[in-house]
């Protein structure tokens, strides 16, 4: 079945910097995507999501872009901070899927370096 | 976790035994869903439920059954639990209308 992936398991950045986080999908006919944060032994938790007709959508100190054309969707955190340190995974929905169309990522762990 | 309380929080169990890992929520949403996660195979869909005694298996739903007499309670059973069964679950339960699931804060089961 279609997939939803992950460019890099492990991104490091310095605390302040802005970190990129990068997510590829092979479903064309997904129309919603999502990005949560997991922070170790807690479940994921919402960060943003954004809709197929949007290529960027802002929250606080996330912003998230998507590239239809090539499939890609992105989260950058502004000035990471300690607190940032957590695993990222995105969500691809697609609605022809029934009650349960989301289809995740396997992540990527995100450290902050002091 | 946005209502959701998932209970035990950690679990060790035997090859064999039943096991019964129950989610409660209070937002009175109307989909609910158990997933597993695995290191390298990321969350994945075991069943879900889109109402009162309505569920449907996901990916990976062998070897688990799930029950919802309730609408805040949705309970995942694991008739006689395997080695491979040993995994974080978590529930998560979504908005009629709405894509983002929510989820509780999840279960580590160890089957030994």
Same mark, same amino acid.
């Given at each position: 079945?279609?997939?939803?992936?992950?460019?890099?398991?492990?991104?490091?950045?310095?605390?302040?910097?802005?970190?990129?986080?990068?997510c590829a999908?092979?479903?064309?006919?997904?129309?919603?995507?999502?990005?949560?944060?997991?922070?170790?032994?807690?479940?994921?938790?919402?960060?943003?999501?954004?809709?197929?007709?949007? /290529?960027?959508?802002? #929250?606080?100190?996330?912003?998230? %872009?998507?590239?239809?054309?090539?499939? =890609? &969707?992105?989260? !950058?955190?502004?000035?990471?901070?300690?607190g940032?340190?957590?695993?990222?995974?995105?969500? /691809?929905?697609?609605? #022809?899927?029934?009650?349960?169309? %989301?289809?995740?990522?396997?992540?990527? =762990? &995100?450290?902050? !370096?002091? | 976790?946005?209502?959701?309380?998932?209970?035990?929080?950690?679990?060790?169990?035997?090859?064999?035994?039943?096991?019964?890992?129950?989610?409660?929520?209070?937002?009175n949403?109307?989909?609910?869903?158990?997933?597993?996660?695995?290191p390298?195979?990321?969350?994945?869909?075991?069943?879900?439920?889109?109402?009162?005694?309505?569920?449907?298996?996901?990916?990976?739903?062998?070897?688990?059954?799930?029950?919802?007499?309730?609408?805040?309670?949705?309970?995942?059973?694991?008739?006689?639990?395997?080695?491979?069964?040993?995994?974080?679950?978590?529930?998560?339960?979504?908005?009629?209308?709405?894509?983002?699931?929510?989820?509780?804060?999840?279960?580590?089961?160890?089957?030994?």
């Open positions: 079945g279609e997939s939803v992936g992950l460019h890099l398991p492990t991104l490091s950045v310095q605390e302040g910097d802005n970190s990129i986080i990068n999908y092979s479903n064309s006919a997904s129309d919603y995507f999502i990005w949560y944060k997991q922070e170790s032994g807690k479940g994921p938790q919402f960060i943003i999501d954004i809709r197929s007709n949007m /290529d960027k959508r802002q #929250g606080q100190r996330v912003t998230v %872009l998507l590239n239809k054309t090539v499939k =890609h &969707l992105s989260l !950058q955190i502004a000035a990471t901070q300690p940032d340190s957590a695993v990222y995974f995105c969500a /691809d929905l697609n609605r #022809g899927g029934g009650a349960d169309g %989301l289809t995740f990522g396997k992540g990527t =762990h &995100l450290i902050i !370096q002091p | 976790d946005a209502g959701i309380t998932q209970s035990p929080r950690h679990k060790v169990t035997e090859t064999g035994t039943p096991v019964t890992l129950r989610c409660h929520q209070t937002e949403h109307r989909y609910m869903y158990w997933y597993r996660q695995d390298g195979h990321g969350l994945r869909l075991i069943h879900y439920s889109y109402g009162v005694k309505d569920t449907d298996k996901g990916e990976v739903s062998d070897g688990y059954s799930v029950s919802r007499s309730k609408t805040e309670d949705f309970l995942l059973t694991l008739e006689s639990a395997t080695s491979s069964q040993t995994s974080v679950y978590f529930c998560a339960i979504r908005d009629r209308g709405a894509e983002k699931l929510l989820f509780g804060s999840g279960t580590q089961l160890s089957v030994l």
